[in-house]
């Protein structure tokens, strides 16, 4: 017998996202292999956070489909996760976004053990075990008892990363994570995302940072106008792209 291909991890087909009379989205099919470290990128108003807050389940959609390791878990016109499995598919997808959105009122600690606690109905010491070595892992091991507003940007991003892993996602969506930080704390940042691509981690990653870009991506999308312009390897699309949009957006911006 013939080997078969993997079986896809992520399968997005004919994605259509208006807002109004607005057309954000205009049919996106994508296809991700496990392992694969996806880098979108692309102007402004492009589409990139619509897409991966569609991929996470935070928005109805007005056509197609997504699938996560062969279940279907969102479909056009339904509301974000409706169903149960929705609901299960959806929680096996973290996501962190450019403004940090941790838990104002409780500590790093509590910020990481509450869904595992909540959701999962994991017991709390189990739960403080994982916080504290993921943590300590990340840098962050001095911190637990920190409030949020005691942290710098840099360190709210990776309390944040660390907080989507405690619930062991299959598949990471990365929005811009580092464009709110003053550079020095960037590269903190962008060094604890590395560390989970050498672990294969599945990721889709927007950013406008040219050195992450290329240190972390397999394949980068270039998206524009609601559609993938030009999808490949990092050297071709962003070393010698096919597309005169692509050209021309990487020339003015990296
Ligand atoms: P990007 O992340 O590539 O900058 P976005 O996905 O944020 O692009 O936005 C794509 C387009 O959708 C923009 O024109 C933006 O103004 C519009 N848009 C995004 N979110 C909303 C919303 N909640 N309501 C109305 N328009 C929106
Ligand atoms: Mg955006």
Redesign the pocket.
Known sequence: MRDQPAAPLVSASGLQKS?GA?K?LKGIDLTMKPGERLVVI?P???????LLRVMMGLETINGGSVTLAGKPYIRAGATPARTVIDIAVRRSIGMVFQHYTLFPHLNVMQNLILAPCKVRGEKKAKASERAAALLSRFGLGEKLAAYPSQLSGGQKQRVAIARALMLDPKLMLFDEVTSALDPELVGEVEQVILQLAKQDMPMMI?THDMWFAKNIASRVLF?AGGVIVEDGPPEQVLGSPKEERTRDFIDRVF
């Open positions: 807002y607005l954000v692309g402004s108003g492009g589409g990139k956070s619509t927007v998206c």
